[in-house]
């Protein structure tokens, strides 16, 4: 393997940590991370820093007996010790797990679970958050059995070497109760690395922007470990300081000339609503000019979104054909394909019916450049796919057959599947699983990955993707299990259906929204209560899954597609609601609509207590109940309120208040009276003029440790309105 840049590294080299090693040698005051904070100051860490560091703790994991195979936890806050960490199991041929940091006061099924699924040794944190994280663990069984340990000062780096054929875990989401660690490879990763490197042209000089989580699969490979594997400058922030200030994102971009950033569709969408909203002054300060490449990833690419953001930031210096949507999962390491650097990046238009019934009938086709204009997605026998590139070099992209796993010709719909050296090794202590995921080709022998995922390649190769065989909801960036939200959905009342639902979703406003089809008993369809249901079945689903279910259809029994094994066909559910077939509905129940009959009026805020009813009408609002109903002294978490809806409250409170109210606020001040009197002290209020703001207090006072009583899972969620552990990576 060699570099672009004037640094020469040896073919020999297994593992990024090597290539740390190597580096620290012959570039040892380069920059190779900058972490920003909140108030957009940068610490950096040179390479021989990092080494130093990984080195020290390397040593000191030694002497706490973590071995060779052992599998080790990785549980941060964002930040450079996670590197540290991450890269020091590396050294000795331990295992790194990387798992999100879990919130205060929340179920810890899903660690425990990933916890004995991995059989973990220990648990790796930060040093200051050592105490906090073990009483945070401390009624786990599981959990709390074991030993936490973190970086140390003055620890002797004595020479350690050891390695293990696995460079991580990946553990996706969904399923809490079935969790699967895909079983990444250091060869595996470091070809994916190359092919990445490659496809995108990084070399030395290039610098990478990224907020995304590190224990996501993008945010880990592309985010971080690229940057070693190419020695370019990498500037990382902090998914909830990018929720506090997400045009920080841009201006990262603008200061540190990044030529490089990846993100999930919905931030491209939100960059492109917060770049058009910014004044002349504050516009003067974002500069796109040195991007080369803005990845699109993480979640179904929506093609309006793109174009959109290609129509605002073009006047901020973006050039044409920067914006480079691709595909790939952890299955995978990461890419499967993706767009050259300077590739334009193309899209269908196809008849709507046909792809609805499996086949490919093109209307029309083009390129995301500036001039493409927006499409009407409502548009009545027509939709449009966005390519998703070309499959990296080395490597082979088929379209199969999924019931029988012959090869299918160009413009033919059929299961993604992908062969080569990045492709893992399966997933951890499931043989059988694996066995079916990773099968081997009859003709040749050679083993693919059945992604799960349909779609089709274009005549001249491009792929684009269709549905998903397995039905995982993706909706921010991150995957949620249907039957999971199912089961919570049809357990929420007696006059539900056992085993009657159908979740998926759908596109709606440059987003993925969920929607529920349940089943009644014979006797709830004389006498309906649809409100109540669909009242309770929300409550549920938001308490358990932390999503809002945007519409639910009430349906009699046994009015759902299944197969002839009483399996539930979600596809079929869906293509029925999109083409509005459901003729025998009980009721329907539309939060937009219960919404959009709320009035909630700030005219008449003169007092304390007024303040306080308002904001408990926003509350109201986006549970769709009564203003009534609301305690004031309940947390707005106990109430039901999650973090999308928390955002949305607060937009409101600015537009009433006159001035910006830190997101850090609706959760240290977590109840209506709380609220309304932490408010009511920054404002100057008389009862002839409208609410005027103090001097607000800067939205840097709030430390990250603010965000602790929700989890990273949350904090990502919140990115999509104010800024992803998904199998989807790409």
Not at 123 to 129: A, E, Q, S, V, Y
Not at 614 to 632: H, K, S, W, Y
Request: net charge negative; charged share 20%.
């Amino acid at each position: 393997m060699t570099n672009d840049g004037n640094t020469k590294v040896r073919k020999n080299i297994e593992s990024v940590v090597q290539i740390l090693n190597f580096r620290a040698q012959h570039t040892p005051d380069k920059t190779a991370y900058g972490m920003l904070d909140a108030a957009f100051n940068l610490s950096e860490i040179t390479y021989s820093e990092l080494f130093l560091r990984v080195s020290a703790l390397s040593s000191s994991l030694s002497a706490l007996k973590i071995a060779e195979g052992n599998r080790c936890i990785l549980m941060f806050h964002q930040g450079i010790d996670f590197i540290v960490s991450f890269l020091a199991c590396n050294r000795i041929g331990a295992i790194p797990v990387p798992i999100n940091m879990p919130g205060r006061n929340k179920s810890l099924a899903k660690w425990e679970n990933i916890s004995m699924n991995s059989q973990a040794r220990c648990i790796i944190t930060d040093k200051t958050g050592v105490f906090s994280l073990k009483d945070m663990l401390k009624n786990s069984e599981t959990l709390s059995a074991l030993p936490v340990y973190s970086e140390q000062e003055d620890v002797f780096a004595e020479t350690i070497s050891g390695f293990n054929e696995l460079a991580f875990l990946q553990y996706t989401s969904g399923s809490t109760g079935d969790p699967k660690g895909v079983m990444v490879t250091h060869s595996a990763l470091m070809n994916n690395l190359k092919q990445i490197k490659d496809k995108f042209r990084f070399h030395e000089d290039s610098v990478m922007v990224s907020w995304l989580p590190f224990y996501h699969d993008m945010g880990l490979i592309l985010g971080i470990l690229q940057g070693i594997y190419s020695g370019y400058k990498v500037i990382l922030m902090n998914p909830a300081d990018f929720m506090q200030q997400p045009m920080n994102w841009m201006k990262a971009i603008s200061v540190y000339g990044a030529t490089h950033t990846t993100a999930p569709n919905f931030a491209y969408e939100l960059a492109a609503d917060k770049l058009e909203k910014l004044t002349y002054a504050e516009a003067g300060s974002i500069s796109l000019k040195s991007l080369e490449r803005a990845i699109c990833g993480a979640e179904p690419v929506n093609m309006n979104t793109l174009l959109k953001f290609n129509k605002t930031a073009q006047h901020f210096g973006l050039r044409e054909y920067t914006l480079s949507p691709g595909y790939g999962l952890a299955e995978a390491s990461l890419v499967v394909s993706a767009y050259k650097a300077g590739q334009e990046a193309g899209w269908l238009k196809l008849n709507r019916k046909d792809l609805q019934s499996g086949s490919i009938s093109v209307i029309d086709k083009g390129y995301l450049g500036f001039s493409q204009q927006m499409t009407d997605e409502a548009a009545i026998g027509e939709t449009y796919l966005v390519g998703n590139g070309f499959v990296v070099d080395e490597h082979q992209l088929s379209i199969r057959n999924p019931e029988d796993g012959t090869e299918l010709s160009a413009q033919a719909i059929g299961e993604i599947c992908f062969a080569g050296p990045s492709v893992t090794k399966g997933y951890w202590n499931r043989p059988e699983e694996t066995k079916n995921t990773f099968p081997a080709d009859e003709k040749n022998g050679q083993v693919y990955l059945r992604t799960g995922d349909l779609g089709f390649k274009d005549t001249n190769g491009e792929l684009y993707i269709t549905s998903r065989i397995k039905d995982l909801i993706i909706i921010r960036g991150m995957n949620y299990y249907p039957q999971d939200i199912e089961r919570t959905a049809f357990n929420a009342g007696s006059d539900l259906r056992i085993d009657g639902a159908a979740a998926f979703s759908v596109p709606q406003e440059g987003e993925e929204k969920l929607i529920l089809i349940q089943e009644v008993n014979r006797s709830a369809v004389r006498n309906p209560q649809c409100d109540k249901w669909a009242k309770i079945i929300r409550e549920d689903v938001l308490k358990v899954h932390g999503i809002p279910a945007e519409i639910i259809i009430f349906i009699p029994p046994m009015h759902i597609p299944r197969t002839t094994s009483g399996k539930i066909q979600r596809n079929k559910a869906k293509l029925m609601y999109l083409n509005c077939e459901w003729s025998k509905i009980v009721g329907t129940s539309s939060l937009d609509k219960i919404r959009s009959s709320f009035s909630v009026s700030s005219e008449k805020i003169n007092s304390r207590e007024a303040l306080a009813e308002f904001i408990a009408g926003l509350v109201a609002r986006q549970l769709a109940i009564t203003t009534a109903e609301i305690d004031q002294n309940i947390p707005f978490a106990e109430l039901g309120i999650n973090s999308m809806m928390s955002l949305s409250i607060r937009n409101s409170l600015e537009q009433a208040m006159g001035f910006i109210v830190p997101a850090a606020s609706l959760f240290n001040y977590n109840t209506v009276q709380q609220m309304s009197e932490h408010l009511y002290s920054l404002c100057n209020i008389s009862f002839n003029k409208p609410v005027q703001a103090k001097k607000a207090a800067d939205h840097t006072v709030f430390a990250q440790s603010e965000f602790d009583n929700f989890s990273e899972d949350e904090l990502f969620e919140l990115l999509k309105k104010e800024l992803g552990e998904t199998d989807h990576a790409y």
